[in-house]
C-alpha cells in the first residue's frame, strides 16, 4: 500500500533481484559493517519517584534480503539480548525488496525478552513490499504494530507509546499518535521527516531509524 512506489524504481528492484540471485552479496560478510550496540543513559520528565528505571532497546532497517548477512541480524539481536531490555521497539524498514525475506525475521525478534512488550512501526520498504504478511510475521514473534495508534504499558501505566505510519510512503495521522497520552510518551516512527509536523505536540522520547546511522556519504566522508 505504499505510496511514492514508481515504475523507475521497480525496473530497478527487479534488476537488482535478477543481479543479486540468491543473494550472493549477504555472503560477502567481510564487506560488511559488523552491528554494535550504543547505550544512553537520561533522565525523563514524569516518572514518579522511586519508580524502576525503563530499559528500552530499539533497532531499525534490518533490511533482511538479499544484501544483507543473516548472521549480522542475529548478532544485532544477540546484542539486544545482552541489553535485557524491558521493551523492544523496531524502527521499520525491516526486509529490502520483498516480504519473504522476513521469514528468518520471527525468531531474531522472538529471541529478545521484553517483559513490557514489542512494537513496532512500517518503514518504508515494507509498504512498498507486502505489509500483511510481514504483519503476520512480526506477529509471529510476538511484537504489536502501532500504526498511527497510542498504547499505554498496563504493567507500567505512567508510560504510553505512540506509533507513526511512515512519513514518505504511508498515511500518518499525527492525532491518532498522541491519544490518552501517559506522564511518560515514547513516540515511535521510522524516520525523523515526521518533526516538523509535531511541533507544540509533548513527548519525552522520540525513536526513529530510515537515516542508516548516517553510513550513507559521499566520496569525501560527509554523511547525507
Same mark, same amino acid.
Given at each position: 500500500?505504499?505510496?511514492?512506489? #514508481?515504475?523507475?524504481?521497480?525496473? &530497478?528492484?527487479?534488476? %537488482? ?49 538479499? /544484501? ?30 520483498? !516480504?519473504?525475506?522476513? !521469514?528468518? %525475521? ?22 512498498? !513490499? ?12 510476538? &511484537? ?5 495508534? #497510542? ?7 505512567? &508510560? ?18 498522541? /491519544? ?5 510518551? %515514547? ?32 566520496? #569525501? %566522508?560527509?554523511?547525507?
Amino acid at each position: 500500500r505504499g505510496r511514492n512506489y #514508481t515504475r523507475a524504481r521497480g525496473l &530497478v528492484e527487479a534488476a %537488482l533481484e535478477r543481479v543479486w540471485w540468491h543473494g550472493w552479496p549477504a555472503r560477502l560478510e567481510f564487506l560488511q559493517q559488523r552491528p554494535r550496540r550504543i547505550d544512553f543513559s537520561f533522565e525523563i520528565e514524569g516518572l514518579p519517584p522511586g519508580v524502576a528505571p525503563l530499559r528500552v532497546g530499539f533497532a531499525s532497517d534490518l533490511h533482511a534480503g538479499p /544484501t544483507t548477512s543473516y548472521s549480522a541480524i542475529a548478532e544485532a539481536f544477540a546484542l539486544l539480548r545482552g541489553f535485557r531490555p524491558d521493551l523492544l521497539l523496531l524502527g521499520g524498514d525491516y526486509v529490502l525488496f520483498s !516480504a519473504r525475506h522476513s !521469514a528468518r %525475521l520471527v525468531e531474531a525478534i522472538r529471541s529478545v525478552e521484553a517483559p513490557l512488550g514489542r512494537f513496532a512501526v512500517w518503514g518504508n520498504h515494507d509498504l512498498w !513490499a507486502d505489509d500483511r504478511l510481514l504483519g503476520r510475521r512480526l506477529g509471529e514473534a510476538g &511484537v504489536e504494530l502501532l500504526v498511527n495508534r #497510542t498504547v499505554r504499558l498496563a504493567a507500567r501505566p505512567e &508510560v504510553s507509546i505512540g506509533g507513526l505510519d511512515d512519513a514518505w510512503t504511508g498515511q500518518p495521522d499525527y492525532h491518532a499518535a498522541f /491519544t490518552d497520552p501517559a506522564p511518560v510518551h %515514547l513516540l515511535l516512527m521510522h524516520g525523523p521527516e515526521h518533526l516538523p509536523q509535531l511541533v507544540g505536540r509533548r513527548f519525552s522520547l522520540q525513536l526513529s531509524g530510515h537515516t542508516h546511522g548516517g553510513q550513507i556519504a559521499w566520496p #569525501t %566522508l560527509t554523511p547525507l
